[in-house]
């Protein structure tokens, strides 16, 4: 019987042990210290783990091992005080270090021996030589930069992103046949690029002018009409607006409006930042800091809040004359966000077009075909002298 008492002078049975518990998911990486970089060997085969984004784990693309990314609930990314970031950057840890990444680093790939480059604030490669993914260690952890606070891990995986960017590319009829030809002449890439997300509570007073219309009959007789006219009026007031996770890039390099017109971006799904989502793809790490990017951060938000004055005021028009605005509070998230970028080289100038990573938005840049453009005028002419040639005597009297 299980509960039955060992004899006299019997050691005691060991206590049964309690099933291994899971490595923590950190142990799949391999630290290069001299380097300052990661990789994910594959523990069957040896070759290196990527993160698959149809299966959203590590997978090995040469023996199909597969490894669950497990992530922290109690890491989930949570929003940061900015005034709280602001002393930092200005004294104390973050001061003591250069918040823009510059320059090149040169690094020793440890799978072949080749050389790879990090430029500026690029954090993740593959080696040019082997197509081993390197990750640095040196940079979103480093103690003189604001921390990854989350990330939005790829869910539009390379077969939907290339059937979009064909579809996009071939629905621009006075793109040149040239620059169709991206398959051959383009780089295609998956990059998590840098973001900065900003909450705000705001409270505006203003003042202005109200406009309503009203109508006024003058003149006479053949001269008699209708006016419209403007009755201005003096208001003020106050209003009251809520930001939540408004984006703003934090990167060089990418065209900002057609950057801007990927949103919106479902900032609720990210999750705990871990370097495992980012294993097999491109990083960059913020050209701008939280106090640089809060500059177009406040300029989306004094729009917002100066159309929010505006419905406020009412009437058919209106004069917004002052606005003074109290922040309740301020906070952001460092979010590392997904976007396929598609770069073509066409008569020496690069175009780009972005997909968002996450929701499948294409937005991007064309050069314009300057003989479908003369083609298309050609047509157009031919056609107004064919209606000319139709209609044009139809107002006759057909005398002659």
């Given at each position: 019987m299980s ?12 206590p ?25 060997p ?8 990527e ?31 900015y ?9 104390g840890?973050?001061?003591?270090a ?24 690029l ?60 398959s ?27 406009g309503d ?46 950057v ?42 004094d ?12 009437g ?12 309740g ?6 979010l ?31 050069p ?33």
């Open positions: 509960d039955a008492t060992p004899p006299a002078g019997a050691a005691p049975e060991p049964s042990p309690d099933p291994p518990a899971p490595a923590p998911a950190d142990d799949r990486a391999m630290h290069h210290v001299t380097e300052q970089t990661r990789t994910y594959c523990g069957s085969c040896g070759a290196q783990l993160f698959n984004i149809t299966k959203q784990n590590l997978t090995c693309p040469s023996c199909g091992n597969e490894q669950a990314i497990v992530v922290d609930p109690a890491r989930a990314p949570v929003e940061q005080d005034l709280a970031a602001l002393a930092s950057l200005r004294s840890a973050l001061a003591s250069p918040q823009r990444i510059e320059g090149e680093k040169e690094i020793v790939c440890q799978n072949c021996g080749g050389h790879t480059t990090f430029s500026g604030s954090t993740a490669t593959r080696c040019p030589y082997c197509t081993t993914p390197i990750q640095r260690d040196d940079v979103h952890a480093a103690p003189a930069r604001l921390p990854v606070d989350g990330i939005l891990p790829f869910q539009v995986d390379p077969k939907t992103a290339t059937a979009a960017i064909d579809e996009w590319i071939n629905g621009r009829w006075f793109a040149p046949n040239e620059f169709k030809k991206y051959s002449k383009g780089s295609f890439a998956s990059v998590y690029t840098a973001y900065f997300t900003y909450d705000a509570q705001t409270a505006s007073s203003y003042t202005g002018q109200r219309h009203y109508t006024v009959t003058v003149g006479s007789g053949d001269d008699r009409r209708t006016e419209t006219r403007t009755r201005w009026s003096s208001v003020s007031g106050s209003v009251r607006n809520a930001f939540d996770d408004l984006p703003v890039y934090a990167n060089d390099g990418l065209d900002l409006g057609h801007q017109a990927l949103e919106p971006w479902p900032t609720h799904q990210a999750l705990p930042f871990s370097e495992e989502f980012v294993a097999g793809h491109l990083c960059r790490t913020y050209d701008h800091d939280v106090e640089e990017s809060f500059v177009p951060a406040k300029a989306r938000i729009d917002a809040i100066e159309s929010t004055v505006r419905q406020d005021i009412g058919d028009e209106q004069r917004v004359e002052r606005v003074a605005t109290n922040y509070s301020l906070a952001f998230k460092h590392l966000l997904p976007i396929w970028l598609l770069t073509v080289l066409y008569e020496g100038k690069p175009f780009q077009v972005m997909i968002n990573g996450v929701t499948g938005e294409v937005q991007g840049q064309r314009y075909s300057k003989v479908k453009i003369a083609l298309a005028v050609v047509a157009a002419l031919i056609l107004v002298v064919i209606l000319f040639v139709v209609f044009g005597g139809s107002g006759s009297d057909g005398s002659g």
